[in-house]
Nanobody, 123 residues
Framework: HVQLVESGGGSAQAGGALSLSCSGS????????MGWYRQAPGSDCKLISF???????NPYYAPSVKGRFTISHVDNTVWLQMNDLKPEDTGVYYC??????????????????WGPGTQVTVS
């Protein structure tokens, strides 16, 4: 039973930075590809970054965040460092154990496993 919990959301001014973390349990020991999704108001979840257990040096970033966000995965914690924040980064950020890689999907969709989400507001 996979359980994920995000923390570190909040408010920031444009140009500022926030750091999100996600702690997990129950993730399969044979591989734990982890990602971060963002849900803007009125939209589905968009995959903004993921990191593969067997290819950690080469994480994926959506074009909208590449060069500004950094994902890392150490033990059972996944981090998302967000720099140079923009108002369009506003949304609910979900940590997920990624099984199916889809650029946009309904938040909470199986077979991916999701945390409850954390709000990030950039003004």
């Amino acid at each position: 039973h996979v359980q994920l919990v995000e923390s570190g959301g909040g408010s920031a001014q444009a140009g500022g930075a926030l750091s999100l973390s996600c702690s997990g349990s129950g993730i399969p020991s044979d591989g734990s590809d982890m990602g971060w999704y963002r849900q803007a108001p009125g939209s589905d979840c968009k995959l903004i970054s993921f990191i593969k257990e067997n290819d950690k040096p080469n994480p994926y970033y959506a074009p909208s965040v590449k060069g500004r966000f950094t994902i890392s995965h150490v033990d059972n914690t996944v981090w998302l460092q967000m720099n140079d924040l923009k108002p369009e980064d506003t949304g609910v950020y979900y940590c997920a154990h990624v099984v199916v890689y889809v650029a946009t999907m309904k938040c909470g969709s199986v077979p991916n496993k999701w945390g409850p989400g954390t709000q990030v507001t950039v003004s």
